[in-house]
């Protein structure tokens, strides 16, 4: 597992000293073209709890693996790394776009918006990897939008857990405007890899 000190993580408990899960305002966080209507919220657990997947798990519509989801928190947070773990059999998100302190973006904002930082994904069923971010740019992150535009040739993509991990501020954040998402995917804002020309530029 890579670990954001110099030391073994095994002979300390990094993952809960930086967890941000105690500041994620789950009742809040929202996904678009989610099959079921608020299964996003199990994703988000402890990290002891990663692999668990009797909670639930988030589920892209059927020949639809595009999915977005919003995070806000509870008060601003620095965040170091994201952890996502997915699905076997292809349905595993291939690639993540992030997106800091932008409410409301929808599939077509995502799909024209120049991403924080990008990263290509692993099929990570086991919970060992996790990716750090360029850290400069993520310090005072009220809400968090992750973009998946791609998984590994499944059907659907799914999503078992994602993990943060960083510092909060003591800036609380009592005062959060509420957001209105479509229920159901617009098909024309899905484009589809022919219509894009299927590339994109990697930031590392």
């Not at 993952?15 to 099959?35: C, F, G, Q, T």
């Not at 009220?142 to 993509?157: I, R, S, Y």
């Amino acid at each position: 597992m890579a670990c954001l000190h110099d030391h073994e993580c095994g002979d300390h408990n990094c993952a809960a000293d930086w967890s941000l899960y105690n500041h994620i305002d789950i009742p809040k966080v929202v996904a678009l073209n989610e099959s079921v209507a608020g299964s996003v919220k199990s994703v988000f657990k402890s990290w002891d709890q990663r692999l668990e997947t009797s909670g639930g798990f988030l589920e892209s519509n059927e020949g639809d693996p595009e999915l977005l989801v919003f995070i806000p928190f509870t008060s601003d947070v620095k965040i170091k790394s994201i952890a996502v773990v997915g699905g076997a059999d292809g349905t595993s998100p291939s690639r993540m776009r992030v997106f800091i302190n932008r409410e409301g973006i929808d599939f077509s904002d995502a799909q024209n918006m120049q991403p924080v930082q990008e990263w290509e994904l692993a099929e990570n069923l086991q919970g060992v990897l996790e990716y750090q971010t360029r850290y400069s740019r993520f310090q005072g992150v009220a809400n968090l939008t992750l973009h998946f535009p791609d998984n590994f040739g499944g059907d659907t993509t799914k999503i078992y857990y994602i993990g943060l991990r960083g510092e909060a501020t003591q800036n609380k954040r009592d005062v959060v405007a509420t957001i209105v998402y479509e229920v159901m995917p617009n098909p024309s804002d899905h484009k589809t890899k022919s219509e894009t020309g299927g590339g994109f530029s990697h930031v590392e």
